[in-house]
């Protein structure tokens, strides 16, 4: 596959692959909303469809959104912000290559900088096989920076595997 195809399966209400949706651990690399999505139909009407043709456009129109926050972004910064910010579902393990549904706040969280950070934008870092002793460092540097550092909130989303010890260890006094 090329890298810069996003290939979509297709999900229900309750983020399951839906049973018409294409699959694939290394060949499918996101799930999006697509059955009973209303739509457009002819005839100026509205009408309630399913499909791999309507999962597709959610990561499209959120590939969009993202581009208008960071205009100068490559094609590849936008595929890997949508695919680091899919909700890991655990139905979608070893069905496509991130495991994942299309989350659009996560995406866009990529690009979006906090208020008041000198930063340009956030940072997302994902583990992909965590193993034993591995560690992230958040630098100094990026907590509580800019004009409204004392009144800045940094926010860090951590998911764990059931069972697994995580260690926190701060060096800011808040």
């Known amino acids: ?3 810069n195809i996003i ?3 297709a999900t229900d209400q309750n983020d399951a692959l839906a049973s018409f949706s294409n699959y694939g651990a290394t060949t499918v690399d996101l799930a999006a909303p697509g059955v009973s999505i209303l739509s457009t139909y002819r005839d100026n009407a509205y009408t309630s469809m ?12 959120v590939a969009t959104l993202a581009w208008s926050l960071a205009p100068d972004a490559t094609y590849q910064q936008v595929r ?3 695919f680091v910010g ?7 393990s070893g069905r496509n290559v991130t495991g994942g549904r299309l989350n659009a706040l996560n995406t866009l969280s ?23 002793g591995d560690h992230l460092i ?8 800019g004009p409204f550092g004392d009144r800045d909130a940094d926010l860090y989303k951590i998911s764990g595997i059931a069972g697994s010890t995580l260690t926190a260890v701060t060096s800011q006094p808040a």
């Open 7 to 9: 290939c979509v399966a």
């Open 50 to 61: 399913s499909g791999t043709s309507m999962a597709a456009p959610h990561v499209s129109g």
């Open 110 to 132: 990529v690009f979006a900088g906090d208020v008041g950070d000198t930063l340009s934008t956030s940072r997302a870092t994902r583990l992909a096989a965590p193993a034993p």
């Open 86 to 92: 899919v909700d890991l579902v655990p139905g979608l």
């Open 1 to 3: 596959s090329l890298d």
């Open 138 to 145: 958040v630098p100094s540097t990026s907590i509580g920076d």
């Open 80 to 82: 890997d912000a949508l």
